[in-house]
């Protein structure tokens, strides 16, 4: 168990600080879900691959859980980079995180399984079969789910008038 927690904390983490846009609510919903998974699957023999879907699964229903529980003020949290220091490279890392964290913003304009379907597949890295597992759905809604998604974040990009250069 502690394998698993060591090389996926920081992965699960990311997922639920993305879906949710708050540093304390992923962290706790990230410890709640290694809890879970050791309580109810720790002598259940899984690969490691197996474990890390059920990982996720855990921890994308306890933060729809915790959202439908509770009101959840979005806090997102930007490096504080002087703009004034005439350096390009830094001037340019800058847009791209502000532009990065306003499109994390408009994951909350999604239907809870578009906004999971987005993150495993564009931030987390996983394929549609693994999406699908997540999910608890077939590949193919998985993937409509993925390509609906996409088009959402798409359109309201536009309608912001959030297009990078």
């Known amino acids: ?3 698993i927690y060591e090389k996926n904390h920081k992965r699960i983490y990311d997922f639920l600080y993305k879906y949710t846009q708050n540093a304390d609510t992923a962290m706790d919903l990230m410890q709640d879900s290694f809890l879970s998974f050791h309580k109810h699957y720790s002598d259940a023999g ?6 890390l879907m059920v990982l996720y699964t855990i921890a994308r229903n306890l933060s729809i859980n915790f959202a439908k529980k509770f009101s959840t ?4 949290y930007s490096e504080d980079i002087d703009l004034h220091s005439h350096n390009p490279r830094l001037e340019k890392q800058a847009v791209y995180q502000d532009l990065e964290d306003r499109l994390y913003s408009f994951l909350g304009e999604l239907k809870e399984d578009e906004r999971s379907a987005i993150l495993l ?3 987390e890295g996983f394929q549609l079969t693994q999406i699908a597992e997540i999910l608890n759905v077939s590949v ?3 993937s409509r789910l993925v390509i609906r998604a996409t088009e959402k ?3 309201i990009a536009l309608r ?3 297009v990078p250069d």
Request: zero cysteines; proline letters at 0%; aromatic letters at 0%.
């Open 140 to 142: 193919s809604t998985a």
């Open 160 to 162: 912001e008038n959030l």
């Open 121 to 123: 597949k564009n931030v």
């Open 1 to 3: 168990m502690s394998q």
């Open 46 to 51: 899984l690969t490691e691959e197996k474990s």
């Open 153 to 155: 974040v798409t359109a």
């Open 73 to 76: 003020t979005k806090e997102i």
